[in-house]
């Protein structure tokens, strides 16, 4: 299972889509533990225009029939998914959910699963995957104060859903993909952290990009490594790092095929990430822009 969810966060227009890192392997508990290491790339940016996410069984399929789409407009991709879940569906114990967004020229939201498609634009918001996962998300974001902009709220709720491990099924890292009518969809480099066990997150919002910090009970192990999405730019735009610099180590996902175990490299600082993944693998990812991630690279702030 997973949690995936979208939402229209502006009267504008803007979207957010979410989804956390973690497989759960049927029988065997180890590799469902590997959820730092093992990271599973939900989200695919089909193009400027679509994204999608996806929730079910056996995500390497689900995520290169979602390649498979790209280039097909919003109908095609909804009537395609409407067939393929169709045909899962009379399979035993297989089960695949996709959420669809669309940003322009208005933004639209989709569910298809077991064959069905439905409309959640009206509503605002679309997710798929597991139940408790919403209903915490549900709880959460009703917690939060009011006067906080839909935009945070939405981002605080999922992210504190998935990087507090409450729910089984959820966990890892935390990916977001945005886009409106006039930017296209592509991913944000939400800063998160990943260590000892929590049990308080702070989110604080800079410029467009979220940062999570973790505070600890009394007597807890401090320690707590960072992670920084770095997304992908240019003809790999739905490419995908998460860099650890503590770990001189970042997992690789790639815009052809997201589908296959993430790329592991070495790497000590931002710029030979950069280099590695072009050079070697022809990926091509966006140095971060933002002075507070910029300053937890080591880098100087931006002029």
């Given at each position: 299972m997973t949690f995936v969810i979208a939402q229209i966060t502006d009267d504008d227009g803007a979207l957010s889509l979410m989804a956390d890192t973690k497989v759960t392997v049927a029988h065997d508990e180890?590799?469902?533990?590997q959820i730092y290491t093992r990271p599973c790339q939900k989200i695919v940016i089909l193009d400027d225009n679509l994204v999608a996410g996806f929730a079910g069984d056996t995500p390497d399929t689900a995520l290169r029939h979602l390649v498979g789409l790209r280039g097909k407009t919003i109908d095609e991709v909804i009537e395609?998914?409407?067939d393929h879940t169709a045909r899962l569906?009379?399979?035993?114990?297989?089960?695949?959910?996709f959420v669809i967004a669309k940003r322009a020229p208005a933004p639209q939201l989709w569910t298809v699963s077991n064959g069905d498609a439905e409309d959640r634009t009206a509503i605002r918001t679309a997710w798929v995957g597991d139940r408790d996962a919403h209903r915490a998300y549900t709880g959460f974001s009703l917690q939060l104060p009011q006067e906080m902009s839909r935009q945070d709220r939405f981002?605080?709720?999922?992210?504190t859903v998935i990087l507090f491990d409450d729910i089984p099924t959820v966990g890892g890292y935390s990916v977001r993909v945005t886009g409106?009518?006039?930017?296209?969809?592509r991913f944000k480099g939400d800063i998160g952290s990943t260590g000892p066990w929590f049990t308080e997150a702070l989110v604080t919002q800079s410029n467009g990009t979220t940062s999570l910090q973790f505070v600890?009970?009394?007597?807890?192990?401090?320690?707590e490594n960072t992670r920084i999405p770095i997304p992908g730019e240019g003809t790999t735009f739905s490419a995908l790092a998460h860099y650890v610099p503590e770990c001189d180590t970042a997992w690789l996902h790639t815009h052809e095929d997201p589908s296959s175990e993430?790329?592991?490299?070495?790497?000590?600082t931002i710029n030979e990430l950069l280099h590695i993944a072009a050079t070697k693998y022809q990926q091509y990812l966006q140095m971060p822009t933002h002075d507070s991630t910029r300053a937890l690279l080591g880098l100087l702030p931006t002029t």
């Open positions: 180890r590799a469902t533990r395609n998914l409407v569906s009379a399979i035993r114990e297989v089960s695949k959910s981002v605080r709720s999922v992210m409106s009518a006039s930017k296209p969809f600890l009970p009394p007597g807890a192990d401090p320690t993430p790329i592991v490299l070495r790497v000590h």
